[in-house]
């Protein structure tokens, strides 16, 4: 019983703090929108989770070398809009353009990098929100 009592807790803690986590990163997603410019492009914060992802050039993303530069390359966000009714169903957006990577500021690049990452976070809740709403669809199924 102390076993699953402890799980129930465990699993407790960690659904609070991913909470925790989503908040404190809404909160300087917000910041880092209009810190680095979005906010001209998008004027509505909430709107940046229309688009179906957001993606970087320039720079990498990877884990591993996470905000290194690509020579040659120019530094761009841009995102990634879907529209099921029209004959080409996804383009291309610049959000934000910065210029050759190799001259942007690095505390610059580091706040586009962050914004990115704090957006799929979020992004990737509101994911999980959707699936797990579909999948009401099937409770009646499975009994």
């Known amino acids: 019983m ?7 807790k465990n699993l407790t803690n960690k659904i609070s703090s991913y909470e925790l986590a989503r908040k404190e990163n809404i909160n300087q997603l917000q910041l880092l929108y209009k810190e680095i410019g979005i906010d001209k492009k998008v004027e509505n914060f909430e709107n940046l989770f229309d688009f179906k ?47 050759r990577v190799e001259s942007v500021d690095e505390a610059l690049k580091e706040k586009v990098v962050e914004f990115v990452i704090r957006y799929r976070f ?6 999980l929100e959707h699936y797990h709403a579909m999948l009401g669809n099937f409770k009646d199924k499975d009994a």
Request: no cysteine; net charge neutral; aromatic share 8%.
């Open 122 to 127: 979020e992004k990737s809740f509101i994911n």
């Open 53 to 99: 992802a957001i993606n970087l050039s320039g720079v990498s993303l990877q884990d591993e070398n996470l905000g290194a530069i690509k020579e040659g390359k120019y530094l761009q966000i841009l995102a990634i809009s879907y529209d099921k009714d029209a004959v080409v169903k996804s383009k291309n957006i610049s959000l934000a353009y910065f210029g």
């Open 2 to 8: 102390g076993s699953a009592l402890e799980r129930l």
